[in-house]
Nanobody, 125 residues
Framework: QVQLVESGGGLVQPGGSLRLSCAAS????????MGWFRQAPGKEREFVGA????????YYADSVKGRFTISRGNAKNTVALQMNSLKPEDTAVYFC??????????????????WGQGTQVTVSS
């Protein structure tokens, strides 16, 4: 089993920045592709971004492209999400996820094997 723990959420004004982090523990002898998803109240969970095992490939939802950056940390199976120019519509619970299988469906939640508990991001003045 793998446990994922997110950190870094909070309240920020529109136009501000936040950096989310996610660290895996447990069965971390293998490397996982990592993804971020978010879920706003009353809405379905949606893809935000993903990064391959090597870190060489990254993908983003159109809604965050150019504003958010996903990166792998120096420690194995750690990932960060740098969020800039935040908008009220970015308000959601953000989830980190780890994918052990093929990376071809990186934007689909069902592809991911492990999930964190989520961290709240609120963008409001």
């Amino acid at each position: 089993q793998v446990q994922l723990v997110e950190s870094g959420g909070g309240l920020v004004q529109p136009g501000g920045s936040l950096r989310l982090s996610c660290a895996a523990s447990g069965r971390t002898s293998i490397s996982y592709a990592m993804g971020w998803f978010r879920q706003a109240p009353g809405k379905e969970r949606e893809f935000v971004g993903a990064i391959s095992v090597s870190g060489l490939s990254t993908y983003y939802a159109d809604s965050v492209k150019g504003r958010f950056t996903i990166s792998r940390g120096n420690a194995k199976n750690t990932v960060a999400l740098q969020m800039n120019s935040l908008k009220p519509e970015d308000t959601a619970v953000y989830f980190c996820a780890a994918l052990a299988g093929p990376f071809s469906h990186y934007d689909r939640s069902w592809s991911y094997d492990y999930w964190g508990q989520g961290t709240q991001v609120t963008v409001s003045s």
